[in-house]
Structures are given as structure tokens and as C-alpha cells.
């Protein structure tokens, strides 16, 4: 273990349509709202937002490849402009029912393969910076923190957060575990504890049993994986 442990901070990707989430907003401290993307229309917008807005949550805009049929979690090859349009799209959607209901929103985080992606490829990470650019002043982006996403977005002198995850399994220091993998999804409340409290002591154990310093800001987790709430609430009972 290392240094000073960090602060608690858990994000729920929310307004997705897969599961009853509302049970869990009380265990987390700020909700990724699925903006049209891959999943989430107007309603679901509105109906998230006015539940987070009521437990104090930070609000923040999930944004996708346009891909509703694969839920966003496979790479779309589809040209960068028509990509751009989209995620304008998506987040001019988010912004305008935060207005709506006098809500402030805090923060960005690309959803599924769109911010797997981005973990690489430089050219559509550009894209990214491009089309949230009219969203992004004094907003936090949630990154990888070795991608080239969180090295370009620095360079642009925007505030980041470290992502990393309670209930996924790492393969390396920047790669997350394929879903494909049948021990790529943490599904017991001990293990996502104990992978938390790991990380918020500044270390990620990949499953090679690979050690790395990281320097964590914020903890995701998923609402539609099993065992959700009885991790969230082991996390909150221990």
C-alpha cells in the first residue's frame, strides 16, 4: 500500500433503460446519463436528472458511438464528421434538459467503445475534443488516465478525473479485461472491495497479478451487472 488513501468518489453510468437504478443513486456520488447515443431519450434525460438532482449527485453528459443495437459497445467505422454531428447531437440533447429543469451538470465521460477507443487512436480522440468543446469550460472530463484521451485533453488545459473501475477486471495498466472473458466482470461484494480499496491506495492488480502506481479520482460501476447494490452496499458498510 501506498500513501494516503483517495476519497470515495463512485460514478453510475444511469439512464440506460436496462435495469431499475434508482436503488443505487443512494451509494454514489454522481450519474453518466445516456444521451441518445446508445441508449436514453428526452425523457429518460429528464426523469435521471431530476433524480440525481435530488440526492445533490453530480450530473454529468455519457455520450456514444450512435449505436443503439450493440448498446455502444462495439467500434462503429463511420466517417469523423458524421461521428461529430452525433455526439453534438447527444450532448446538445443532455445540456438542453438540464436547462429545462434549472440542473447544473459537472462533468463528460464517453460511454463503451467509444472511450475504449480512445484509449489509442489519436485522430478520434481529436474528434472527441471537437465536438464536446461548446460543453466542456469549466467541466471535468472522466478518462482513462494512461489514454491518449486524458494526454490531449491536459494539453488542452482541461481538467480531468482518473477513471477506474470497481466491477471490471484489468488485462494491463490501460486495458480493460474483454467482456468475452468470462472473468472479465466482478460480480461478488468482497472481491469489488477489495479491488477498490486496492485502487484507492494508488495500485491497480490486473490478472496477471501485475502491480501499477495509478492515481485514481473517481470509481465506476455498472448498474445492469449482477450484484450491483449488494457491492455498493458492502462498499458503504465497510
Given at each position: 500500500?501506498?500513501?494516503?488513501?483517495?476519497?470515495?468518489?463512485i460514478n453510475l453510468?444511469?439512464?440506460?433503460?436496462?435495469v431499475d437504478e434508482?436503488?443505487?443513486?443512494?451509494?454514489?456520488?454522481?450519474?453518466?446519463?445516456?444521451?441518445?447515443?446508445?441508449?436514453?431519450?428526452?425523457?429518460?434525460?429528464?426523469?435521471?436528472?431530476?433524480?440525481?438532482?435530488?440526492?445533490?449527485?453530480?450530473?454529468?453528459?455519457?455520450?456514444?458511438?450512435?449505436?443503439?443495437?450493440?448498446?455502444?459497445?462495439?467500434?462503429?467505422?463511420?466517417?469523423?464528421?458524421?461521428?461529430?454531428?452525433?455526439?453534438?447531437?447527444?450532448?446538445?440533447?443532455?445540456?438542453?434538459?438540464?436547462?429545462?429543469?434549472?440542473?447544473?451538470?459537472?462533468?463528460?465521460?464517453?460511454?463503451?467503445?467509444?472511450?475504449?477507443?480512445?484509449?489509442?487512436?489519436?485522430?478520434?480522440?481529436?474528434?472527441?475534443?471537437?465536438?464536446?468543446?461548446?460543453?466542456?469550460?469549466?467541466?471535468?472530463?472522466?478518462?482513462?488516465?494512461?489514454?491518449?484521451?486524458?494526454?490531449?485533453?491536459?494539453?488542452?488545459?482541461?481538467?480531468?478525473?482518473?477513471?477506474?473501475?470497481?466491477?471490471?477486471?484489468?488485462?494491463?495498466?490501460?486495458?480493460?479485461?474483454?467482456?468475452?472473458?468470462?472473468?472479465?466482470?466482478?460480480?461478488?461484494?468482497?472481491?469489488?472491495?477489495?479491488?477498490?480499496?486496492?485502487?484507492?491506495?494508488?495500485?491497480?492488480?490486473?490478472?496477471?497479478?501485475?502491480?501499477?502506481?495509478?492515481?485514481?479520482?473517481?470509481?465506476?460501476?455498472?448498474?445492469?451487472?449482477?450484484?450491483?447494490?449488494?457491492?455498493?452496499?458492502?462498499?458503504?458498510?465497510?
Amino acid at each position: 500500500m501506498k500513501g494516503k488513501s483517495k476519497a470515495l468518489h463512485i460514478n453510475l453510468d444511469a439512464g440506460e433503460g436496462l435495469v431499475d437504478e434508482q436503488p443505487l443513486y443512494p451509494y454514489v456520488h454522481a450519474l453518466n446519463i445516456a444521451c441518445g447515443g446508445h441508449a436514453g431519450d428526452a425523457e429518460s434525460i429528464a426523469k435521471t436528472i431530476q433524480a440525481g438532482a435530488a440526492l445533490g449527485l453530480d450530473l454529468g453528459a455519457h455520450p456514444s458511438y450512435p449505436d443503439r443495437e450493440h448498446f455502444g459497445r462495439r467500434t462503429l467505422e463511420m466517417s469523423h464528421e458524421v461521428l461529430k454531428q452525433s455526439l453534438v447531437k447527444q450532448l446538445e440533447l443532455f445540456d438542453s434538459q438540464c436547462k429545462q429543469l434549472n440542473s447544473q451538470w459537472t462533468h463528460i465521460k464517453a460511454h463503451g467503445a467509444l472511450y475504449n477507443d480512445m484509449a489509442q487512436n489519436a485522430s478520434l480522440t481529436e474528434v472527441y475534443l471537437e465536438a464536446i468543446a461548446p460543453f466542456s469550460s469549466g467541466r471535468i472530463l472522466y478518462v482513462q488516465e494512461h489514454s491518449v484521451l486524458a494526454q490531449k485533453a491536459k494539453d488542452k488545459g482541461l481538467k480531468c478525473y482518473h477513471e477506474y473501475f470497481i466491477d471490471r477486471r484489468y488485462a494491463d495498466r490501460t486495458r480493460l479485461l474483454s467482456r468475452s472473458d468470462r472473468r472479465a466482470i466482478i460480480s461478488t461484494p468482497e472481491e469489488g472491495l477489495t479491488q477498490l480499496r486496492l485502487m484507492q491506495s494508488g495500485i491497480l492488480e490486473d490478472v496477471t497479478q501485475g502491480r501499477h502506481s495509478i492515481e485514481p479520482h473517481t470509481f465506476c460501476i455498472h448498474s445492469d451487472h449482477e450484484n450491483t447494490v449488494e457491492i455498493l452496499k458492502r462498499i458503504h458498510e465497510a
